[in-house]
T-cell receptor, first 118, second 116 residues
Framework: NAGVTQTPKFRVLKTGQSMTLLCAQD?????MYWYRQDPGMGLRLIHY???????AKGEVPDGYNVSRLKKQNFLLGLESAAPSQTSVYFC?????????????????FGPGTRLTVL | AQSVTQLGSHVSVSEGALVLLRCNYS??????LFWYVQYPNQGLQLLLK??????LVKGINGFEAEFKKSETSFHLTKPSAHMSDAAEYFC??????????????FGKGTHLIIQP
């Protein structure tokens, strides 16, 4: 199992440019999440998905869009990047419905994407 | 709504000394509580979790944490620090309702420094 993978690992954008971050998981998880990590702020939830075709807003959703067209993939889009979106972005997943007795709350994290917006 | 407070953004201990990282939570329903560790330039790795079974939880790498409802605390400890424990540690809470589908609420993190 590769677990949770994120593409790309690093990216530099100019203000106003757009980009998409890809998250993929091979653990048959139903739930997927996007967080951003900023110094001294911990991790904050941007958007999440409880299943294929569904998405919901987290704590800091403004300026981001997401899509979950396939169960294993969760995309995070920035339509018009701003310097305030410079951050490290983490994807996570949880809950395998086929695993008997599984605790649904444990989240498994990807390695992160470091994004700089100039 | 739930929240997490980690006391001390930086904690420094000597190698071989006790490690104590503090976490207090606020939750309107019985919580699930987690400690994650982040090594430099890596993602988060689960250390341990409390899910309403035993109040003393043992995790990986010799860490453990005790859930104290009366104090709304979930402090992380390790009897003897090792240089490899130097990392960022995050406490997190979920309500446990709805299967935790709506994500975790994280504290701001504590940077653990190990002095040789």
């Amino acid at each position: 199992n590769a677990g949770v993978t994120q593409t790309p690992k690093f990216r530099v954008l100019k203000t106003g440019q757009s980009m998409t971050l890809l998250c993929a998981q091979d653990m048959n998880h139903e739930y997927m999440y996007w967080y951003r990590q900023d110094p001294g702020m911990g991790l904050r939830l941007i958007h999440y998905s409880v299943g294929e075709g569904t998405t919901a807003k987290g704590e800091v959703p403004d300026g981001y869009n997401v899509s979950r067209l396939k169960k294993q993939n969760f995309l995070l889009g920035l339509e018009s990047a701003a310097p305030s979106q410079t951050s490290v972005y983490f994807c996570a997943s949880s809950f395998d419905p086929g695993l008997a007795g599984a605790y649904t709350d444990t989240q498994y994290f990807g390695p992160g994407t470091r994004l700089t917006v100039l | 709504a739930q929240s997490v407070t980690q006391l001390g953004s930086h904690v420094s201990v000597s190698e071989g000394a006790l490690v104590l990282l503090r976490c207090n939570y606020s939750s309107s329903v019985p919580p699930y509580l987690f400690w994650y560790v982040q090594y430099p330039n890596q993602g988060l790795q689960l250390l341990l979790k409390y899910t309403s079974a035993a109040t003393l939880v043992k995790g990986i790498n010799g860490f453990e944490a005790e859930f104290k409802k009366s104090e709304t605390s979930f402090h992380l400890t390790k009897p003897s620090a090792h240089m490899s424990d130097a990392a960022e540690y995050f406490c997190a809470v979920s309500t446990g309702s709805g299967g935790g589908a709506d994500g975790l609420t994280f504290g701001k993190g504590t940077h653990l420094i190990i002095q040789p």
